[in-house]
């Protein structure tokens, strides 16, 4: 007798359709599983089998053959224990063939018939209502995630019982249940876990409630303003200061200043660490911007991405938010070089034997770097570095790279004064409110164009959006002669003028935009 169920294979961060078929027939007692099955994904059939068996299903001593389809692309990973176990019952006549129509399923068998959480059910559930699946059989565990998504009946399972039992009594209310034990009511109005029409104003509430604020930053108004001025247009940043100076400090509240998320952008985040397997399964949906802080020992693979079939580095779970990389000049140069590609491009595209793969890589790189080994340079009376030391240390960040971040910006230590002189500084709530009145006005300029932000501006968007005046136009080529700058810095200051600009509420760049733009550039000569 022959059953097949749909399931899915991810890939990177595509999902791939397989169609588990099982076929029980005469012959020798053997079960043997094709397809291109990895060897996690072959060991299923002792899984599966050793699941019935202790819980009281025999399986008849026949020939029971599982085929993977298609057999072109590899299967990995656990998750097809449970549909594996779907199609023999099937075949076998335990469970009806009507109970596997439209239906999705995905999970890990233990021993004992248990159904275990496997990591990206969010991308196949998106993927099964895009299939026009009628119902979603998913762990249990992972129920949480599966119901972010609308106009799809997610069905969670603690054991093999469970399936059955549900294959054999589809309709029965008790599988409509919440994760607190409550009948679902009006699913189709809902989005999730979040109402339809539930915009980021809803995400920003959670967001009130952050421990960290920028009002704990004594003095550093200098580096609040680039700070303020790189979340505006999502410029990437590089604070150059000696330590204890607060640089790691004021780059850890990047996100209380940064607008909230949509729910669209909520559900994209994810879904990456869905993938990545990093959700939390009683809040599962990613409402906070991502904020990464790689050590500085991390290789290539990690801020890539790596894995003979890759999965997502630091540099995909910082998309829509910060990468912080701390220490920079202690990176080694291959991992930093790494950044370059997806900086310009908001991409990471890895090439491997069994394929290319494609991460989304829209994220704000931060930046934190002593200024020399010891920390102190110039302040001569603490700092014993030689002058080829200090070229050297600075000299590890390769121009090209420096040349993609927007703003670098020189952090002084604090005075005794400002430590101590008992004023706050400005709330995050507030620098958040102008910086969302400016990325409203980028909003509005770029509603007919593919980009959002100012740092996105390219080619002819960069001449057509950054209209300069005259003085300011004489300010730029007089800069741009003297100090050397390459074509890429050259835009990098344009973006910027524009953003301070933005910021000031002029539609042309002037010359005072020009100069603190170029301000923000002067620093990376310290590493020529």
Same mark, same amino acid.
């Given at each position: 007798?022959?059953?097949s169920?749909l399931?899915?294979?991810i890939?990177?961060m595509?999902?791939?359709?397989?169609?588990?078929?099982?076929?029980i027939?005469?012959g020798?007692?053997?079960?043997?599983?094709?397809?291109?099955a990895?060897?996690a994904?072959?060991?299923?059939?002792?899984r599966?089998?050793?699941a019935?068996k202790?819980?009281?299903i025999?399986?008849?001593?026949?020939?029971i053959t599982?085929?993977?389809?298609?057999?072109? !692309?590899?299967?990995?990973g656990?998750?097809?224990?449970?549909?594996?176990a779907?199609?023999?019952?099937c075949a076998?006549g335990?469970?009806p063939?009507?109970g596997l129509?439209?239906?999705?399923?995905?999970?890990?068998?233990s021993?004992?018939?248990?159904v275990?959480p496997?990591?990206g059910?969010?991308?196949r559930v998106?993927?099964?209502?895009e299939?026009?699946?009628?119902?979603?059989? !998913?762990?249990?565990e992972?129920?949480?995630?599966?119901?972010?998504i609308?106009?799809?009946?997610v069905?969670g399972?603690?054991?093999?019982?469970?399936?059955m039992e549900?294959?054999?009594n589809?309709?029965?209310?008790?599988w409509?249940?919440?994760?607190?034990g409550r009948?679902?009511?009006?699913?189709?109005?809902?989005?999730?876990?979040f109402?339809?029409?539930?915009?980021?104003m809803g995400i920003e509430?959670?967001?009130?409630?952050e421990?960290?604020?920028?009002s704990? !930053?004594f003095?550093q108004?200098?580096a609040?303003?680039?700070?303020?001025i790189?979340v505006?247009?999502?410029?990437?940043?590089?604070?150059?200061?000696?330590?204890?100076?607060g640089k790691t400090?004021?780059a850890?509240?990047?996100?209380?200043i940064m607008?909230p998320?949509?729910?669209?952008?909520?559900?994209e985040?994810t879904?990456?660490?869905?993938i990545?397997?990093?959700?939390?399964?009683?809040k599962?949906?990613?409402t906070?911007?991502?904020?990464?802080?790689?050590?500085?020992?991390s /290789?290539?693979?990690?801020l890539?991405?790596?894995?003979?079939?890759?999965?997502?580095?630091?540099?995909?779970l910082?998309?829509r938010?910060?990468?912080f990389l701390?220490?920079?000049?202690?990176?080694?140069r291959?991992t930093?070089?790494t950044?370059?590609?997806?900086?310009?491009d908001?991409?990471i595209?890895? /090439?491997?034997?069994?394929?290319?793969?494609i991460?989304p890589a829209?994220?704000?790189?931060?930046?934190?770097?002593?200024?020399?080994?010891?920390g102190y340079?110039p302040?001569?009376?603490r700092?014993r570095c030689?002058?080829g030391?200090?070229?050297?240390?600075?000299?590890k960040i390769?121009q090209?790279?420096?040349?993609?971040?927007?703003?670098?910006a020189?952090?002084p230590?604090?005075t005794?004064?400002?430590?101590?002189?008992?004023?706050r500084?400005?709330?995050?709530?507030?620098?958040?409110?102008?910086?969302?009145?400016?990325?409203?006005?980028?909003?509005?300029?770029?509603?007919?164009?593919?980009?959002s932000y100012?740092?996105?501006?390219?080619g002819?968007?960069?001449?057509?959006?950054?209209?300069?005046?005259k003085?300011?136009?004489?300010?730029?080529e007089?800069?741009?002669?003297k100090m050397?700058?390459?074509?890429?810095?050259?835009?990098k200051?344009?973006?910027v003028?524009r953003?301070i600009?933005?910021?000031?509420?002029?539609s042309?760049?002037n010359?005072?935009? !020009?100069?603190?733009?170029l301000?923000y550039?002067?620093?990376?000569k310290?590493v020529?």
């Amino acid at each position: 007798m022959f059953a097949s169920v749909l399931t899915a294979s991810i890939m990177g961060m595509e999902v791939i359709p397989v169609r588990v078929e099982a076929d029980i027939s005469d012959g020798l007692p053997y079960f043997v599983m094709v397809g291109y099955a990895s060897a996690a994904v072959k060991e299923a059939q002792d899984r599966v089998r050793t699941a019935l068996k202790n819980n009281g299903i025999s399986l008849p001593p026949k020939r029971i053959t599982v085929n993977l389809a298609p057999s072109d !692309i590899k299967k990995e990973g656990s998750g097809f224990d449970l549909p594996v176990a779907a199609a023999v019952l099937c075949a076998a006549g335990v469970i009806p063939k009507t109970g596997l129509v439209n239906t999705l399923i995905v999970g890990e068998l233990s021993l004992n018939g248990d159904v275990l959480p496997v990591s990206g059910v969010l991308p196949r559930v998106i993927f099964a209502r895009e299939q026009k699946c009628r119902t979603c059989l !998913i762990p249990y565990e992972n129920l949480a995630e599966g119901r972010l998504i609308p106009d799809l009946r997610v069905v969670g399972v603690r054991s093999l019982v469970d399936v059955m039992e549900f294959l054999q009594n589809p309709d029965d209310p008790k599988w409509d249940k919440d994760i607190n034990g409550r009948l679902e009511e009006n699913k189709e109005g809902e989005d999730g876990i979040f109402p339809k029409g539930r915009d980021s104003m809803g995400i920003e509430e959670k967001m009130s409630g952050e421990e960290m604020d920028f009002s704990e !930053i004594f003095g550093q108004e200098s580096a609040r303003r680039a700070a303020e001025i790189a979340v505006c247009g999502f410029h990437n940043l590089l604070f150059i200061g000696p330590p204890g100076a607060g640089k790691t400090m004021i780059a850890r509240r990047f996100p209380t200043i940064m607008p909230p998320l949509d729910f669209e952008e909520s559900l994209e985040l994810t879904r990456i660490y869905s993938i990545a397997g990093l959700l939390s399964p009683q809040k599962p949906l990613i409402t906070t911007r991502p904020f990464r802080n790689p050590h500085h020992t991390s /290789s290539p693979q990690a801020l890539a991405g790596g894995g003979r079939i890759p999965g997502p580095g630091e540099i995909t779970l910082s998309h829509r938010g910060v990468l912080f990389l701390d220490e920079l000049p202690e990176f080694s140069r291959r991992t930093l070089e790494t950044l370059r590609q997806p900086l310009e491009d908001k991409e990471i595209v890895l /090439s491997r034997a069994s394929g290319t793969y494609i991460f989304p890589a829209n994220f704000m790189l931060v930046a934190a770097s002593n200024p020399c080994p010891c920390g102190y340079y110039p302040d001569f009376n603490r700092c014993r570095c030689s002058p080829g030391e200090v070229k050297h240390y600075l000299g590890k960040i390769s121009q090209p790279l420096l040349d993609r971040i927007d703003l670098c910006a020189d952090i002084p230590a604090v005075t005794y004064q400002e430590m101590t002189s008992g004023k706050r500084s400005e709330n995050s709530r507030t620098i958040r409110e102008r910086v969302l009145r400016v990325q409203a006005i980028q909003r509005e300029r770029y509603k007919d164009e593919p980009i959002s932000y100012n740092a996105h501006l390219k080619g002819a968007l960069l001449e057509k959006y950054c209209t300069v005046n005259k003085e300011g136009r004489a300010l730029l080529e007089q800069a741009y002669d003297k100090m050397n700058f390459s074509a890429r810095s050259y835009h990098k200051i344009l973006k910027v003028a524009r953003t301070i600009a933005d910021m000031d509420e002029k539609s042309e760049i002037n010359a005072g935009h !020009i100069a603190e733009a170029l301000s923000y550039r002067a620093l990376d000569k310290k590493v020529d």
